[in-house]
T-cell receptor
Framework: DQQVKQNSPSLSVQEGRISILNCDYT??????FLWYKKYPAEGPTFLIS?????DKNEDGRFTVFLNKSAKHLSLHIVPSQPGDSAVYFC????????????FGSGTQLTVLP | EAGVVQSPRYKIIEKKQPVAFWCNPI?????LYWYLQNLGQGPELLIR????????DSQLPKDRFSAERLKGVDSTLKIQPAELGDSAVYLC??????????FGEGSRLTVL
């Protein structure tokens, strides 16, 4: 049973436009959510996170939105740049799990020049 | 600051052979994880260490997989014997004070 789902395996966006990556979760105990970015042949790197007490967190071109009632979060990248092309993983945890992360299956973002 | 270091980066072995992966976490990070990542999937937890203690190894296939972190710093993950289905990337991560995980570059295993 996948507790964190990324239903879009891939997304293509034109350079300068907005990229929106989506993630759904089923475990209502999750209270901390993270996005990781992964380039080929490298390990995932932390991008941005959000606590369940917030509904938005922004860091430069990256904004994460959390909709707890819908158990949905999204990552917005604006403007998108070719260097943003990577696989993006959504992850979630809760305090009772010692902050162990459960990952989604990832979305391959391609930003076209 | 050095990141999480893993070796080897790539390993090709024949089935039924043993293989071992090594991880050196970021200095001062007490929590260490081994994750398995299959192609097209997200990382899946194999084992979590708090210092030298394995506090969650419920997802580790104990018939062929073993891990250790004897001095609470470096860790090794071993597979013996390897099977075709073990071909994957094995990721090591350590946890920072804010809770985010820092990953190594991974060890890509190919079992022929």
């Amino acid at each position: 049973d996948q507790q964190v789902k990324q239903n879009s395996p891939s997304l293509s966006v034109q350079e300068g436009r907005i990229s929106i990556l989506n993630c759904d979760y089923t475990n209502s105990m999750f209270d901390y959510f993270l996005w990781y970015k992964k380039y080929p042949a490298e390990g995932p790197t932390f991008l941005i996170s959000i606590s369940s007490i917030k509904d938005k967190n922004e860091d430069g071109r990256f904004t994460v939105f959390l909709n707890k009632s819908a158990k949905h979060l999204s990552l917005h990248i604006v403007p998108s740049q070719p260097g943003d092309s990577a696989v993006y993983f959504c992850a979630a945890s809760f305090s009772g799990s010692a902050r162990q992360l459960t990952f989604g299956s990832g979305t391959q973002l391609t930003v076209l020049p | 600051e050095a990141g999480v270091v893993q070796s080897p980066r790539y390993k090709i072995i024949e089935k039924k052979q043993p293989v071992a992966f090594w991880c050196n976490p970021i200095s001062g990070h007490n929590t260490l994880y081994w994750y398995l990542q299959n192609l097209g999937q997200g990382p899946e937890l194999l084992i979590r260490y708090e210092n030298e203690e394995a506090v969650d190894d419920s997802q580790l296939p104990k018939d062929r997989f073993s891990a250790e972190r004897l001095k609470g710093v470096d860790s090794t993950l071993k597979i013996q014997p390897a099977e075709l289905g073990d071909s994957a990337v094995y990721l090591c991560a350590s946890r920072g004070p804010s809770g985010e995980l820092f990953f190594g570059e991974g060890s890509r295993l190919t079992v022929l």
